[in-house]
């Protein structure tokens, strides 16, 4: 792909940012290197490891490469059996601290996604999370998660010698005394010495101070002297290393420590003769693994790079686009990424559908210039692996070159006026483009003769369109605007101008050509009324007959617009009066209900009325006759009337549990919550929530039963901290009561913020056991993110409790990682 697109669209400058977000020098390189790729397959590929870097920094947060350097020169040095420098070890030690890091999270995310993906059964979740700890495929196939995962599986941070290395080395000029015993023996050996100088010279400094220039001991050429003064040279036995600027002053060794620094001095030959043992030592110890090394430094360079992309695309708050390979581009609400965000006006356009040519026109200032530039910028973006600052679901094609002839042109330096290098620059692009091109030209034909312009413009387009070369350009000529509307497959566009505010709005109108609006922007700037009809008599009638569709199509717009915002408008009001409506049905209803009721209360009373009299007589026969056939006629007449006093009363109960009060919906129901069961009326406990078809699963007791949401109301929310009811004596009552109480009083939540592990886990536990014999599907533990010492103590605690089945992190909406959710044993 022609780079010259690159400078005119300004991709340079992204690459800019991108190198921006990369942490290693290996990385910036890729950044600067990035070059747009016309294969579709690459370009997915290239999108999915972007996409996989963004949604791993949502998930797990971000990933540091500090510490990578390129150390493939040390590397071609201990091939050839050299020894490798303090610096150079250190920085590998840097590399594979890194890989190791890198390597780290890559595990941590695998975990957590395994966790949401395995079945309930303990045994398959940790036969799986072994395996894939330990990199051994799983059933026989390795499972990719994500388009990073293979990169993050082959790191080597090679834990044993970077071990070693970090224990050795301690700066970039400095082993570690423990490095090897050898070199052990020669510092303690030199520090004894260096204690005896010190202890002689400073024996010495209190006897002789009155020769000495300062009392102070110092150094010279490695070796330990006093400042003598120069007239008690002869008096101060010893040897002379050096002597002040003024001469004043000799730096002299006392003869007695001449043995002892001569003894320091070989001692420090034999020290270097250590170090370099210890250097030959590691660097034997890396030869082996030269090849991992130098993939280290190619995989995390890899992710830096991909993690850069992820990291720019937050920044620009863009998204992935849909690649296709019809060479159709659809960019929804597309913001150039190099404007201000708070200035920034979307655009959406559309291009390879219907239409191969687009042509828009407009006042000057109006963002034709934009358009053509984040059309152009998106497709070298996204072709390249960028995220694109649009809309979900902009389309992008794939081409093989993008060509852009957009701005100032004009070289002194080689003669050119702005409309010969414009035409220098469009005859280049007629000779390399074809129907996998993406043509781009800002003010075609523009700088020389209008007529002459605009028929070479037209000749230019008509050209491209018959090689189906998707193009766009932005013009002013009115026969272009003509040639747009007259020809199939070419589309007209405008940018829209307020002509009240003499300023634009920055919305791309497709299908509609623009106006130059030159007359009415100069009346409203103050040009006298005459001068604007002089001009507007010299036109051409084909111009102003042109110029009157233009206008009468945009006055369609408008009322188009227009009719559109009171259709809405009467939409929204048709359904606030169906939402009354349906308010007042409801009202209704229970209006009748409650008349129901009523009438069926006062025919209780009726009824237990008559139950009294009827009674009364009863007894009164049974006083009066002693004839036993009396007596049991009267019975029969007693039993008839509470025969239906009882078919009376049952009607009314039926009224009263037909359906529950406040109907329940997934949204306000918990497990744990109490509810009355209406087609059993009783209370029981909520064990599940609802599935797909409405149905839940209740707890009465020891009786667990499936009902429908619709036949439930609710008593009360769950609560926690619940205890195990006792009967008047005081003693526990049955297992099933017991099983019913705490299904009654725990919660499905435990939070565990802002304790200590220590008091955490033993409140933990408990709350696992009240949990299981409530017969809860599952909890949800709060341990927030912090340092991640709950976290850990929570997954170490489900792990050894033998009612888990399995558990998992939170989800988006649920708690993210600050929320473990664990699931019993059925």
Same mark, same amino acid.
């Given at each position: 792909?022609?780079?010259?697109?690159?400078?005119?669209?300004?991709?340079?400058?992204?690459?800019?940012?991108?190198?921006?977000?990369?942490?290693?020098?290996?990385?910036?390189?890729?950044?600067?290197?990035?070059?747009?790729?016309?294969?579709?397959?690459?370009?997915?590929?290239?999108?999915?490891?972007?996409?996989?870097?963004?949604?791993?920094?949502?998930?797990?947060?971000?990933?540091?490469?500090?510490?990578?350097?390129?150390?493939?020169?040390?590397?071609?040095?201990?091939?050839?059996?050299?020894?490798?420098?303090?610096?150079?070890?250190?920085?590998?030690? &840097?590399?594979? #601290?890194?890989?190791?890091?890198?390597?780290? /999270?890559? *595990? !941590?995310? @695998?975990?957590? %996604? +395994?966790?949401?993906?395995?079945?309930?059964?303990?045994?398959?979740?940790?036969?799986?999370?072994?395996?894939?700890?330990?990199?051994?495929?799983?059933? &026989?196939?390795? #499972?990719?998660?994500?388009?990073?995962?293979? /990169?993050? *599986? !082959?790191? @080597?941070?090679? %834990? +044993?010698?970077?071990?070693?290395?970090?224990?050795?080395?301690?700066?970039?000029?400095?082993?570690?005394?423990?490095?090897?015993?050898?070199?052990?023996?020669?510092?303690?050996?030199?520090?004894?010495?260096?204690?005896?100088?010190?202890? !002689?010279?400073?024996?010495?400094?209190?006897?002789?101070?009155?020769?000495?220039?300062?009392?102070?001991?110092?150094?010279?050429?490695?070796?330990?002297?006093?400042?003598?003064?120069?007239?008690?040279?002869?008096?101060?036995?010893?040897?002379?290393?050096?002597?002040?600027?003024?001469?004043?002053?000799?730096?002299?060794?006392?003869?007695?420590?001449?043995?002892?620094?001569?003894?320091?001095?070989?001692?420090?030959?034999?020290?270097?003769?250590?170090?370099?043992?210890?250097?030959?030592?590691?660097?034997?110890?890396?030869?082996?693994?030269?090849?991992?090394?130098?993939?280290?430094?190619?995989?995390?360079?890899?992710?830096?790079?991909?993690?850069?992309?992820?990291?720019?695309?937050?920044?620009?708050?863009?998204?992935?686009?849909?690649?296709?390979?019809?060479?159709?581009?659809?960019?929804?609400?597309?913001?150039?990424?190099?404007?201000?965000?708070?200035?920034?006006?979307?655009?959406?356009?559309?291009?390879?559908?219907?239409?191969?040519?687009?042509?828009?026109?407009?006042?000057?200032?109006?963002?034709?210039?934009?358009?053509?530039?984040?059309?152009?910028?998106?497709?070298?973006?996204?072709?390249?692996?960028?995220?694109?600052?649009?809309?979900?679901?902009?389309?992008?094609?794939?081409?093989?070159?993008?060509?852009?002839?957009?701005?100032?042109?004009?070289?002194?330096?080689?003669?050119?006026?702005?409309?010969?290098?414009?035409?220098?620059?469009?005859?280049?692009?007629?000779?390399?483009?074809?129907?996998?091109?993406?043509?781009?030209?800002?003010?075609?034909?523009?700088?020389?003769?209008?007529?002459?312009?605009?028929?070479?413009?037209?000749?230019?387009?008509?050209?491209?369109?018959?090689?189906?070369?998707?193009?766009?350009?932005?013009?002013?000529?009115?026969?272009?605007?003509?040639?747009?509307?007259?020809?199939?497959?070419?589309?007209?566009?405008?940018?829209?101008?307020?002509?009240?505010?003499?300023?634009?709005?920055?919305?791309?109108?497709?299908?509609?050509?623009?106006?130059?609006?030159?007359?009415?922007?100069?009346?409203?700037?103050?040009?006298?009324?005459?001068?604007?009809?002089?001009?507007?008599?010299?036109?051409?009638?084909?111009?102003?007959?042109?110029?009157?569709?233009?206008?009468?199509?945009?006055?369609?717009?408008?009322?188009?617009?227009?009719?559109?915002?009171?259709?809405?408008?009467?939409?929204?009001?048709?359904?606030?009066?169906?939402?009354?409506?349906?308010?007042?049905?409801?009202?209704?209803?229970?209006?009748?209900?409650?008349?129901?009721?009523?009438?069926?209360?006062?025919?209780?009373?009726?009824?237990?009325?008559?139950?009294?009299?009827?009674?009364?007589?009863?007894?009164?026969?049974?006083?009066?006759?002693?004839?036993?056939?009396?007596?049991?006629?009267?019975?029969?007449?007693?039993?008839?009337?509470?025969?239906?006093?009882?078919?009376?009363?049952?009607?009314?109960?039926?009224?009263?549990?037909?359906?529950?009060?406040?109907?329940?919906?997934?949204?306000?129901?918990?497990?744990?919550?109490?509810?009355?069961?209406?087609?059993?009326?009783?209370?029981?406990?909520?064990?599940?929530?609802?599935?797909?078809?409405?149905?839940?699963?209740?707890?009465?007791?020891?009786?667990?039963?499936?009902?429908?949401?619709?036949?439930?109301?609710?008593?009360?929310?769950?609560?926690?901290?619940?205890?195990?009811?006792?009967?008047?004596?005081?003693?526990?009552?049955?297992?099933?009561?017991?099983?019913?109480?705490?299904?009654?009083?725990?919660?499905?939540?435990?939070?565990?913020?802002?304790?200590?592990?220590?008091?955490?886990?033993?409140?933990?536990?408990?709350?696992?056991?009240?949990?299981?014999?409530?017969?809860?599907?599952?909890?949800?533990?709060?341990?927030?993110?912090?340092?991640?010492?709950?976290?850990?103590?929570?997954?170490?605690?489900?792990?050894?409790?033998?009612?888990?089945?399995?558990?998992?992190?939170?989800?988006?909406?649920?708690?993210?990682?600050?929320?473990?959710?664990?699931?019993?044993?059925?």
């Amino acid at each position: 792909m022609n780079t010259k697109a690159f400078k005119t669209l300004e991709f340079n400058k992204i690459l800019e940012r991108l190198e921006g977000c990369a942490d290693s020098q290996e990385g910036k390189r890729l950044c600067r290197e990035l070059r747009p790729s016309c294969e579709i397959s690459e370009i997915r590929s290239l999108q999915e490891e972007t996409a996989a870097a963004v949604n791993r920094i949502r998930l797990y947060g971000g990933l540091s490469f500090s510490g990578v350097r390129d150390v493939s020169a040390s590397i071609q040095r201990l091939s050839l059996a050299a020894s490798l420098s303090i610096p150079e070890l250190l920085q590998i030690s &840097g590399l594979l #601290t890194a890989a190791g890091r890198a390597q780290a /999270y890559g *595990r !941590e995310d @695998a975990d957590e %996604k +395994t966790q949401r993906l395995l079945p309930r059964a303990v045994r398959l979740e940790q036969h799986y999370t072994k395996n894939k700890r330990e990199g051994v495929p799983v059933d &026989g196939q390795e #499972t990719e998660m994500d388009a990073l995962s293979g /990169y993050f *599986r !082959e790191l @080597a941070p090679l %834990k +044993t010698v970077n071990r070693e290395l970090t224990r050795c080395i301690l700066s970039e000029d400095e082993l570690a005394d423990d490095a090897s015993e050898g070199l052990h023996q020669v510092r303690r050996r030199i520090h004894q010495l260096q204690e005896k100088i010190h202890t !002689e010279l400073s024996g010495i400094l209190n006897r002789s101070r009155s020769l000495l220039q300062d009392g102070v001991i110092t150094m010279r050429d490695g070796r330990y002297c006093l400042p003598v003064k120069a007239e008690y040279k002869a008096s101060f036995p010893g040897m002379v290393h050096d002597q002040s600027a003024t001469g004043a002053t000799l730096f002299i060794e006392p003869m007695s420590v001449v043995r002892l620094n001569n003894e320091i001095r070989e001692l420090e030959s034999e020290e270097k003769r250590e170090i370099e043992k210890v250097l030959r030592t590691l660097s034997d110890a890396l030869l082996p693994y030269s090849a991992e090394i130098l993939r280290d430094i190619r995989l995390l360079a890899q992710l830096d790079f991909s993690f850069a992309k992820a990291k720019l695309s937050h920044a620009m708050q863009a998204t992935q686009p849909v690649f296709n390979d019809r060479f159709y581009i659809h960019i929804k609400d597309g913001r150039h990424p190099l404007i201000d965000p708070k200035r920034v006006v979307p655009i959406s356009i559309y291009l390879g559908d219907t239409f191969e040519l687009l042509i828009i026109t407009g006042p000057n200032t109006g963002g034709k210039t934009v358009c053509l530039k984040t059309v152009g910028l998106f497709q070298l973006m996204g072709q390249s692996g960028l995220f694109i600052p649009a809309f979900e679901g902009s389309e992008l094609g794939v081409f093989q070159e993008i060509f852009a002839d957009i701005g100032d042109e004009q070289s002194i330096e080689q003669s050119l006026s702005t409309f010969s290098a414009h035409m220098t620059n469009t005859v280049r692009i007629l000779e390399q483009a074809d129907a996998h091109s993406l043509c781009l030209f800002d003010e075609l034909g523009a700088g020389t003769d209008p007529t002459e312009g605009a028929a070479l413009a037209m000749a230019i387009l008509n050209f491209l369109h018959n090689m189906k070369t998707r193009t766009i350009a932005t013009t002013h000529y009115a026969e272009i605007k003509v040639y747009a509307l007259s020809t199939e497959g070419v589309e007209n566009a405008s940018c829209e101008f307020d002509v009240e505010t003499l300023s634009p709005t920055y919305r791309l109108l497709i299908g509609v050509p623009g106006k130059s609006n030159a007359f009415a922007i100069s009346q409203k700037l103050g040009l006298p009324g005459y001068i604007i009809e002089d001009a507007r008599a010299r036109l051409a009638s084909e111009d102003v007959r042109l110029e009157d569709v233009i206008a009468s199509l945009e006055e369609s717009r408008v009322t188009a617009e227009r009719e559109r915002e009171e259709i809405q408008r009467y939409r929204t009001e048709i359904e606030e009066y169906k939402r009354r409506a349906r308010e007042s049905s409801k009202g209704v209803e229970k209006g009748k209900d409650r008349i129901l009721q009523k009438a069926r209360e006062e025919a209780a009373t009726i009824l237990a009325e008559a139950k009294e009299t009827a009674d009364a007589i009863v007894k009164e026969l049974r006083k009066q006759e002693q004839n036993g056939a009396a007596t049991i006629e009267a019975e029969k007449t007693r039993t008839k009337l509470n025969q239906k006093l009882r078919a009376t009363q049952a009607a009314m109960n039926t009224g009263v549990v037909k359906g529950p009060a406040q109907p329940l919906s997934a949204k306000n129901i918990r497990v744990g919550d109490t509810v009355r069961v209406l087609s059993m009326n009783l209370n029981a406990t909520v064990s599940t929530l609802p599935d797909r078809d409405g149905m839940v699963y209740v707890t009465a007791g020891i009786i667990r039963t499936r009902v429908s949401i619709r036949e439930l109301e609710l008593v009360q929310h769950a609560k926690g901290g619940g205890t195990v009811p006792r009967n008047d004596a005081g003693r526990s009552r049955g297992a099933g009561a017991i099983r019913m109480s705490k299904a009654m009083g725990i919660s499905p939540e435990l939070n565990l913020i802002g304790k200590m592990t220590a008091d955490a886990l033993p409140e933990l536990n408990k709350y696992l056991d009240d949990a299981c014999l409530a017969h809860l599907p599952q909890v949800r533990i709060v341990h927030g993110r912090g340092t991640g010492a709950l976290k850990k103590m929570v997954h170490t605690a489900l792990k050894k409790n033998k009612y888990v089945e399995s558990f998992r992190l939170g989800e988006y909406g649920e708690g993210s990682d600050g929320v473990t959710i664990a699931f019993f044993r059925k």
